[in-house]
């Protein structure tokens, strides 16, 4: 079956403007998860939804990051005024059931974000 | 903050050849996940080991983790060109457990 999918894959962005970038993920899925990653670094957690309830965004690096699933699947990542810091790969990622410390998170793509 | 540190940092070899890489991470753990991550695209699940386990074969993979000393191994044996990512362990985090805590990977060079 498909696979957890983002879009755009690729995303300029002017200093000072809004994004969204979109998560679908693997149909069923009941978690999903964002994460920010740095070049050269590895991912870092953002934030994490099970169903359409948003569990914990404690990675959220501050106020102008908001993550939304309003209906338990698709996923949007809204940054406003972007900054030259949020310049990253947002990386989406699902899994079947309920966070649990075995569960295989299936990633997307990515969406490369730059701001200019 | 990250959890777990990789070592080396990169690694260019010989197709043919075995690959090794390290994983050091600082608090105790459930379990250690691999992951690669190849230009352009998502990261896959490669192997879980769990705290209780000492070694765990998957294929051409081979991990190892010693809890004394809060570190994991993986070595790709018999590489090939597509081996060619980057590779990350990630641990859960005791307290939230569906909050993966990666390293800083392992680029991973494998020459035809």
């Known amino acids: 079956g498909a696979g957890v999918s983002q879009s755009p894959r690729y995303k300029v962005a002017k200093r000072g403007q809004d994004v969204a970038l979109r998560c679908d993920p693997i149909?069923?899925?009941?978690?999903l998860f964002w994460y920010q990653q740095a070049l050269g670094q590895g991912p870092e957690f953002l934030t994490y939804f099970q169903n359409e309830a948003q569990l914990d965004k404690s990675g959220l690096p501050s106020d102008r990051f908001f993550a939304e699933r309003p209906e338990g699947s698709v996923s949007t990542l809204k940054i406003q005024r972007t900054q030259q810091e949020d310049s990253a790969v947002y990386l989406c990622a699902s899994s079947p059931v309920p966070g649990l410390a075995e569960d295989t998170q299936y990633f997307g793509p990515g969406t490369r974000l730059t701001v200019l | 903050s990250q959890q777990g540190e990789e070592d080396p940092q990169a690694l260019s070899i010989q197709e043919g050849e075995n690959a090794t890489m390290n994983c050091s991470y600082k608090t105790s753990i459930n379990n250690l996940q691999w992951y690669r991550q190849n230009s352009g695209r998502g990261l896959v699940h490669l192997i879980l080991?769990?705290?209780?386990?000492r070694e765990k074969h998957s294929g051409r993979l081979r991990v190892t983790l010693d809890t004394s000393k809060k570190s994991s191994s993986l070595l790709i044996t018999a590489s090939r060109a597509a081996d060619t990512a980057s590779y990350f362990c990630a641990t859960p985090r005791m307290d939230s457990s569906y909050k993966l805590i990666f390293g800083s990977g392992t680029r991973l060079l494998v020459r035809p």
């Open positions: 149909s069923g899925h009941v978690s």
């Open positions: 080991i769990r705290s209780n386990e």
